[in-house]
Structures are given as structure tokens and as C-alpha cells.
């Protein structure tokens, strides 16, 4: 019985491993794969492209996620001033939902 259980457990803590190593590796990324290739191009003296470019797969990338972290900001502060403007539905909502716990509050007083 013992050996039983010992081999379940193996082939439990077997298959969890199995999945971990599929969904362990995000692999490597275009601009990653694209800035290799041009630097090794470079270095061999295939291509004659300035620095700034055999990097730009670098800056392109970077100045991607900058651009949507941007976006993404612009827009959490439109909605922050949105909020704040005190003629949104929501801020009416939430003052008047504290208006009727106040009364509530003062009626059991």
C-alpha cells in the first residue's frame, strides 16, 4: 500500500513539473533576436549601418513601453479628473450614498 501511494504522489509532483517547464520560458522576444542579428552583422562588417540603428531594435522597444505606460497614465487621469469634477455620476452616487448613512447615523442617535 505504501508503494502505491509513493508512486501517486511521483506521478502527481511528475505531472506539475511538466507543467511548470511548459509555461516556465517566455523565449526571446523580436527585438531581442533582431538586435543579435544586427550587432553580429555589424561586427562581421556585412552591414555599414551607424550604431544608432544596429541598436534600434533597443530604443524602438523601449520608447514603445513608454508610449503605453503614457497612454495608460493619460487616461487614468482623465478619469481621476473626471472623478473629481464633482458633477460625475459617480461622485454624486458616493455623496449621496454618505448623505443617507449620515441620516442613518443620526436617526439611531
Known amino acids: 500500500m505504501d508503494s502505491y501511494l509513493n508512486l501517486d504522489s511521483y506521478k502527481l509532483s511528475e505531472m506539475t513539473n511538466k507543467n511548470r517547464r511548459k509555461s516556465a520560458g517566455g523565449g526571446m522576444g523580436l527585438p531581442t533576436l533582431l538586435l543579435i542579428i544586427f550587432v553580429i552583422l555589424k561586427l562581421t562588417h556585412v552591414i555599414d549601418w551607424s550604431w544608432l540603428w544596429v541598436l534600434s531594435p533597443l530604443w524602438i ?49
Open 61 to 109: 522597444a523601449a520608447s514603445l513601453g513608454v508610449l503605453f505606460f503614457l497612454v495608460i497614465g493619460l487616461i487614468l487621469l482623465g478619469a481621476v479628473i473626471g472623478l473629481t469634477s464633482g458633477n460625475s455620476r459617480v461622485t454624486v452616487g458616493i455623496k449621496s450614498w454618505f448623505r443617507k448613512k449620515d441620516q442613518e447615523d443620526n436617526t439611531d442617535d
